[in-house]
């Protein structure tokens, strides 16, 4: 099994640019989770997904971010207009519904 | 909403034992769980405990008091590859984590 794949590994844009992160789960999992982590702030949840359906967003910061899952392999994180502050590591996480969640090694986005 | 103290930073010499606690405020409580993170790395699963008691796995183990609403994480025989951060994370209608355990594990 392959785990949890993200991509890009690293982003480097700059202020104002539209970024896109992306998540493939954990084949049979049905619920996915984006995270992000900073030093600051440590490991928030931004939203999380059930069977593709957007269950909790109320940790997405604002309107700037948004997230789909248009099918059980594939999500998008999309931020647009991005800013300095979103500079962190983003992870997606995968589970069945049980107690342990599966990471993805994560994205590095940092906006100049 | 939830609220997760646990402590910040604990360093310990290579064989000894470490236990980091953590105390919780949530509504809605399904269990505790505690995750482990290497410098550079994705958070990986360690533990679970939905019930009072001691869940031990190999050198690490993991207990839960849900009317102290308070459990801990065991670290025994330590090794430098147990450096890393360490989060403790309620689970209710979702995982809120707490802001993680720094070990530093010295020869």
């Known amino acids: 099994d392959a785990g949890v794949i993200q991509s890009p590994r690293h982003e480097v844009t700059e202020m104002g640019q539209e970024v896109t992160l992306r998540c493939k789960p954990i084949s049979g999992h049905d619920y996915l989770f984006w995270y992000r982590q900073t030093m600051m702030r440590g490991l928030e949840l931004l939203i999380y997904?059930?069977?593709?359906?957007?269950?909790?967003d109320s940790g997405m910061p604002e309107d700037r971010f948004s997230a789909k899952m248009p099918n059980a392999s594939f999500s998008t994180l999309k931020i647009q207009p991005s800013e300095p502050r979103d500079s962190a590591v983003y992870f997606c996480?995968?589970?069945?519904?049980?107690?342990?969640?599966?990471f993805g090694p994560g994205t590095r986005l940092t906006v100049l | 909403g939830q609220s997760l103290e646990q402590p910040s930073e604990v360093t310990a010499v290579e064989g000894a034992i470490v236990q980091i606690n953590c105390t919780y405020q949530?509504?809605?409580?399904?269990?505790l769980s505690w995750y482990q993170q290497h410098d550079g790395g994705a958070p990986t699963f360690l533990s679970y405990?939905?019930?009072?008691g001691l869940e031990e796995t190999g050198r690490f183990s993991s207990f839960l008091s849900r009317s102290d609403s308070y459990g801990y994480l065991l670290l025994q025989e330590l090794q430098m590859k147990d450096s890393a951060s360490y989060f403790c994370?309620?689970?209710?209608?979702?995982?809120?984590f707490g802001a993680g355990t720094t070990v530093t594990v010295r020869a």
């Open positions: 405990n939905a019930l009072d």
């Open positions: 997904f059930n069977n593709n359906v957007p269950i909790d």
């Open positions: 994370a309620v689970k209710s209608d979702k995982l809120s």
């Open positions: 949530t509504s809605g409580f399904y269990g």
């Open positions: 996480a995968s589970t069945t519904g049980v107690n342990e969640q599966f």
